[in-house]
Each structure stands twice: as C-alpha cells, then as structure tokens.
C-alpha cells in the first residue's frame, strides 16, 4: 500500500506563488511515477506532469521529487498564479504492480 499526504494549499493572491508538497510512504519501491493533477470546479480531473526523478518545469509550474529508504517527497512550485488555478490539487502514484494511488487533494484558491 503507498500513502500520500498533501499539504501547502490554502488563499493567494493573483500573481502569487506558493508551494506544494506530498509524501510517499509505504511500499514505495512500488511506485513507477508521481504526478500532480488537479481538478477545477465543475471541471475534469487534468494532469499538471508527472516525473520519475529531478526537477521539471512546465511553464509557471516546476515540479521536484527526492526519494530515500523511507518515503518519497514530490513538490509542486506554482508561481504567478490566476484564478483559473483554483482547484484541488492531488498527489498521484502510479504503480508497477497495482492501481494508481491518490492523495486526498488540496484545495488552492486564487483572489483579491
């Protein structure tokens, strides 16, 4: 079993930043990849990037990730951020010998 804890949402304000963060633990020598996605209001689930080891950036958003014997920590760093970013936010793991894990989502709200 893999668990994963969010954490690091809350209010900001547009052109803000802030940062996420979600932790892996349990059988995590299970785990093929993390991603972040997010779900906005009255919206589809979508994928933000998904990564295997170092440092990813896809445009305002930069994705890290370290592992050691114990767990797995995966960040996401939002910069300059608008409201069509408000969403819950969720940490997935997809794993080489079952269903993807989820994390139970962080709410990220954008406004003045």
């Known amino acids: 079993q893999v668990v994963l804890v969010e954490s690091g949402g809350g209010l900001v304000q547009p052109g803000g930043s802030l940062r996420l963060s979600c932790a892996a633990s349990?059988?995590?020598?299970?785990?093929?990849?993390m991603g972040w996605y997010r779900q906005a209001p009255g919206k589809q689930r979508e994928l933000i990037a998904t990564i295997r080891s170092g440092s990813i950036t896809k445009g305002r958003f930069t994705i890290s990730i370290s592992r050691d014997n114990a767990k797995i920590t995966m960040s996401l760093q939002m910069n300059n951020l608008n409201a069509e970013d408000t969403a819950v936010y969720y940490c997935n793991a997809a794993r080489y010998d079952g269903p993807d894990s989820w994390g139970q989502g962080t709410q990220v709200t954008v406004s003045s």
């Open positions: 349990g059988s995590i020598f299970s785990i093929n990849a």
